[in-house]
């Protein structure tokens, strides 16, 4: 295969932090509005409809809005609204619907479903002109540009960024707003990072875990997710409280780990959890914007920028793991942008 030297994944990647930093202004108001809708009136629950890369952003959401707020985020499975036909039940909820091309059918039929139910419904969408864009009551275009790879990256920062904005109002927490304000520059500021070391450890290997907690947890999902549709590599996404339990029985020397490590109230016991694996044997590739405790970091940590708040790191580890999987990717000869069996937008029912 003709592998590219700058592939369209590492491209549109690197512009992440300008596409956050222009939806953050361009986007306040739709952002501000939806933030007061889950701070002045708190709704019962949260309801979430997402395929692919696009439910990894939900899941980042779902503990952000969790912690900060207490009330619960559920998924809504898409196809109890398209194959099943089944009536929702949603008095007072918010639905949002978060989307890259804003078109599967099954996705439609779920936010239709939810509106029908009572909920009122949000789009976070790339795609303006989108059955699900045109159907919400608020929608937040992303306005990341086209997005031409398959492996969605931009569009997933934003995405999460969007949501991390509206969990910021609704949270009236200035800590939060501060972070998220610095989050375009943390993004820019990962364009420094030596990879080298992390990259020699998945260049050979044939499978692997990532882990995190807490929003860390949705970005260890998506970063499996790249692992598999880009480079090929069997990569499986676990809690790292989870990871302790039937999947370490797994891990063997050499053994590859990815840890999201961010410094909130998780950062103990991830590091904990992250030193046992390295102590079985495990290869561990550990993002974190501070240092673990002992006498070194174990593995081979990669340093991240930080954006002064906790929750909002896992975003910026994401931004290095995207360069880490596409280098590993190019690296096994294989195309970043033309995975086998797969193409940009899938309309499922």
């Known amino acids: 295969m003709n592998v590219p030297e700058v592939s369209l994944m590492l491209r549109e990647a690197n512009q992440s932090p ?35 890369s696009s439910d ?22 898409p196809s109890v609204a398209s194959l099943y036909k089944q009536r929702l039940r949603l008095p007072s909820a918010v639905h949002f619907t978060v989307s890259q091309s804003g078109a599967s059918p099954d996705i439609v039929a779920l936010q239709a479903a939810a509106k029908a139910g009572g909920a009122r419904t949000v789009a976070i969408v790339n795609v303006p002109d989108s059955p699900v864009a045109r159907e919400a009551d608020l929608t937040i275009q992303l306005g ?4 031409k790879s398959v492996a969605a990256t931009k569009s997933f920062i934003t995405s999460a960024a969007a949501l991390a904005a509206i969990v910021s109002c609704a949270a009236g927490d200035a800590g939060f707003d501060r972070g998220l304000a610095a989050l375009p520059e943390a993004l820019s500021r990962t ?33 499996a997710l790249k692992c598999k549709e880009t480079s090929g590599l069997h990569a499986e996404a676990f809690s790292t409280a989870e990871i302790m339990h039937g999947p370490l029985r797994l891990v063997e020397h050499g053994f590859p780990v990815l ?43 990669v340093p991240l920028p930080s954006t002064g708040h906790g929750l909002l790191d896992p975003l910026v580890a994401l931004l290095p793991a995207y360069r880490l999987i596409e280098a590993v990717t190019r690296q096994r000869g294989l195309d970043p942008d033309q995975p086998a069996n797969l193409r940009k937008v899938t309309e499922t029912l």
């Open 191 to 223: 364009s420094m990072i030596d990879l080298s070391e992390p990259q020699e450890i998945l260049a050979s290997a044939r499978s692997l875990f990532t882990c995190g907690r807490g929003p860390g947890l949705g970005i260890a999902m998506e970063a």
């Open 56 to 77: 990894h952003a939900a899941t980042f959401f779902k503990y952000l809005m969790e912690v900060t707020s207490g009330i619960p985020v559920a998924s809504i499975g």
């Open 18 to 52: 300008a596409a956050v930093d222009r939806l953050l202004r361009e986007e306040a108001k739709g952002i501000v509005e939806v933030g007061a809708w889950l701070r002045d009136n708190p709704p019962a629950l949260v309801t979430m409809a997402a395929r692919g």
């Open 144 to 147: 990341a540009g086209p997005e």
């Open 259 to 301: 840890g999201f490590v961010q410094d909130d109230m998780s950062f103990d016991a991830n590091c904990n959890a992250m030193q046992k694996l390295t102590a079985l044997g495990a290869r561990t590739i550990t993002f974190s914007s501070r240092e673990m405790p002992g006498e070194q970091t174990p593995g081979a940590p």
